[in-house]
């Protein structure tokens, strides 16, 4: 069973910095992409940042170059820093990853895709 667990939410003041982490645990045999996404409060979920296996990073044409996502495979970790946070910022972040876990022979793999429960972002004015 593979798990993903955000942490570094919190409140911030305009201005502010924080460095979100996500963590995956358990049974993994290889991660292939890791996610940020944002829902602000009404919303539909919208894609952060999103980092490769090899490394390649993508962001959507609409996020600020405030938001950088790293990955440490070592760790099966990626992190979201975000500098000059505003109110327009605050949401729940969510992260998301696929890969695939061992099967039940030799050289068989199973996929999988995990959401965590999300991290609060809140920035005051």
């Known amino acids: 069973q593979v798990r993903v667990v955000e942490t570094g939410g919190g409140v911030v003041q305009t201005g502010g910095s924080l460095i979100l982490s996500c963590e995956v645990s358990?049974?993994?045999?290889?991660?292939?992409?890791m996610a940020w996404y944002r829902q602000p409060l009404g919303l539909q979920r919208e894609l952060v940042a999103r980092?490769?296996?090899?490394?390649?990073?993508c962001y959507p044409r609409d996020v600020p170059e405030r938001f950088t996502i790293r990955r440490d495979s070592t760790k099966n970790a990626a992190y979201l820093q975000m500098t000059n946070l505003g109110p327009g910022d605050s949401s729940v972040y969510v992260c998301?990853?696929?890969?695939?876990?061992?099967?039940?022979?030799?050289?068989?793999?199973?996929?999988?895709?995990?959401w965590g429960q999300g991290t609060q972002v809140t920035v005051s004015s």
């Open positions: 998301y990853v696929d890969g695939y876990t061992p099967g039940l022979g030799p050289g068989f793999r199973i996929g999988f895709d995990e």
């Open positions: 358990g049974n993994v045999h290889e991660i292939t992409t």
């Open positions: 980092v490769t296996e090899d490394g390649m990073k």
